[in-house]
């Protein structure tokens, strides 16, 4: 008998039509210049092309939580290589 997978059916992706994958993802934001990682979003991932889609209660929260500053103010912070474009290294 097969097992019954829990959790939400993502479908096949939009652009390759691969069964997505449902997995708990870390999503960036870019929120005034800050840089924001919302880690353990449940999300259907493509395991062909990389795509991914959250549903849309999911991404209504994210959307909710990315305008709350104070939430963000409290938030554990992690520090993240900044390197900045050389054009010394790269002729432009
Ligand atoms: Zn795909």
């Keep these: 008998m097969k097992k019954k997978i829990p959790g939400y059916d993502y479908g096949e992706c939009e652009i390759c039509d691969t069964p997505m994958q449902e997995k708990l993802i870390k999503q960036d934001f870019w929120v005034k210049g800050e840089l924001i990682v919302v880690e353990g ?4 991932v493509c395991p062909q092309c990389g795509k991914k889609i959250v549903k849309a209660n999911v991404g209504q929260w994210i959307a909710k939580l990315i305008k709350n500053s104070a939430r963000i103010k409290k938030a554990t912070k992690i520090s993240v290589p900044t390197i900045k ?3 010394k290294e790269v002729k432009v």
């Design 41 to 44: 979003v449940p999300a259907g």
């Design 85 to 87: 474009f050389d054009a």
